[in-house]
């Protein structure tokens, strides 16, 4: 997830210019955040749904090829082929991916399992506790991220099993004992087995103390299993070993995996690698860009015959399409990183502000404007991706209706 900082947009009311000579309301009147598809809108909010999720479509498709087929970097105002995949690179450790060798690739691997621990907990969970804790109830559920579809314990979940599947070397069998032969539990249960013991126990508790909270997370950010699962997920990151975020650096346990992983012999290393490249990595986003396909598709057919009906097959297709990447978020590197396309697809909060305005003009070119080296602009992110359409599909946790 790309946070930005709009909680004044997101509140933000907006004043009429224009007077109307129709006695007809205004369909975009009101507080941004709160906007109803209606009859005076339905045109445009299908438009944008649209072009929303016609973007993620291609931002997935992007992703999975980079990483299958061929690697792209954007050097001197172009974007230049370099003559094979992403995942072929990184197994190889290939100098172009910036890892050099084996240590820096299973380095890489551990750091981010332990990024996304941290940014689950202090962020995802913390930023809405802390505005909570200081009396800015307002801007603490709007800081929760996907709130709209109230969707967020399970995102932050998927979250924690994104670790465990970069851990356990396995995807989406989410038991104690679904380990494959070549990954990091196994290396560790041979090499230090209580450590392993430690890692497993934290990813399970983790989870559990997410799971804990009750529904919706938006309405019990102050509750005490609030805290349970912040403590939760920084005694993950811990164990898996010191990170560095953009306020500090926070350190690991005396003993951790980013320490332990790296005294493996290169052998069992670069089958780690390699198994979580082919069976993790890989089918992660081959996933993402089907589930994202199939989610155009759904949105299409709303925006040929809109009814509710229509409405909630699109809700259910959002949630499907979110699962794969939020399940990917422990291994936010590569082209993912380097072409913009994590806030490309997950920006928050929303400039809830920015996507009425859009509605009202039109202009789908702000949703795509790009800068000076490649990527879309920060204040086109914020009006796109998966939390922009999210908006535009739910409603209270529920799929919106038709007016």
């Known amino acids: 997830m790309k946070k930005t900082i709009l909680f004044g947009s997101l509140l933000a009311v907006a ?64 974007d230049v082929a370099q003559g094979g995949s992403y995942a072929t690179f990184f197994k190889n450790h290939d100098a172009r991916t910036g890892y050099g060798d084996v240590d820096n690739c299973i380095q890489e691997m551990v750091e981010k399992m332990g990024e996304i621990a941290n940014e689950v907990g202090s962020a995802k969970i913390g930023d809405p506790y802390q505005k909570w804790k200081d009396g800015d109830e307002d801007n603490a559920v709007l800081a929760v991220e996907s709130w709209y579809s109230w969707h ?8 924690i099993n994104s670790v465990r599947n970069a851990y356990y070397g396995t995807r989406d069998v989410y038991t104690a004992d679904s380990v494959a032969p070549n990954s990091l539990a196994h290396a560790m249960s041979v090499a230090n087995p209580a450590l392993d013991r430690k890692v497993r126990d934290c990813i399970w508790k983790a989870k559990d103390a997410i799971q804990a909270i009750v529904q919706p997370f938006r309405s019990h950010i102050g509750s005490d299993q609030t805290v349970v699962a912040m403590d939760a997920c920084e005694k993950l990151q811990k164990i898996l070993g010191e990170i560095e975020t953009d306020e500090e650096q926070k350190k690991g346990e005396a003993t951790n995996l980013k320490e332990e992983a790296i005294k493996l012999d290169p052998a069992t290393k670069q089958a780690i690698i390699n198994n979580f490249v082919d069976n993790i990595v890989v089918p992660t986003y081959r996933e993402l860009a089907e589930k994202n396909a199939a989610l155009y598709n759904t949105v299409l057919a709303f925006q040929a015959n809109p009814s509710n009906d229509a409405f909630e097959a699109c809700a259910q297709a959002w949630l499907a399409a979110r699962q794969p990447w939020e399940t990917s978020e422990a ?38 404007q790009k800068g000076d080296d490649g990527n879309v602009t920060e204040s086109a992110q914020n009006v796109r991706g998966f939390h922009t359409l999210e908006f535009l599909i739910f409603k209270d946790g529920k799929a919106r209706t038709v007016k």
Not at 152 to 159: A, E, L
Not at 340 to 366: H, Q, R, V
């Open 15 to 78: 004043a009429c210019g224009i007077t109307s000579c129709s006695d007809d309301p205004d369909p975009f009147e009101g507080d941004a955040v709160k906007l109803e598809y209606n009859a005076g809108n339905a045109r445009q909010w299908g438009n944008y749904m649209a072009h929303t999720a016609l973007l993620l479509k291609n931002d997935a498709e992007t992703l999975y090829n980079q990483w299958a087929t061929q690697y792209t970097k954007h050097e001197n105002g172009q």
């Open 152 to 159: 967020s314990r399970d995102d932050y979940t998927n979250n």
């Open 331 to 368: 291994f936010l590197f590569g082209p993912v990183d380097e072409l913009g396309l994590d806030p490309n697809m997950d920006s928050w909060p929303l400039d809830a502000e920015g996507i009425k305005n859009i509605l009202k003009s039109e202009k789908w070119a702000d949703i795509t």
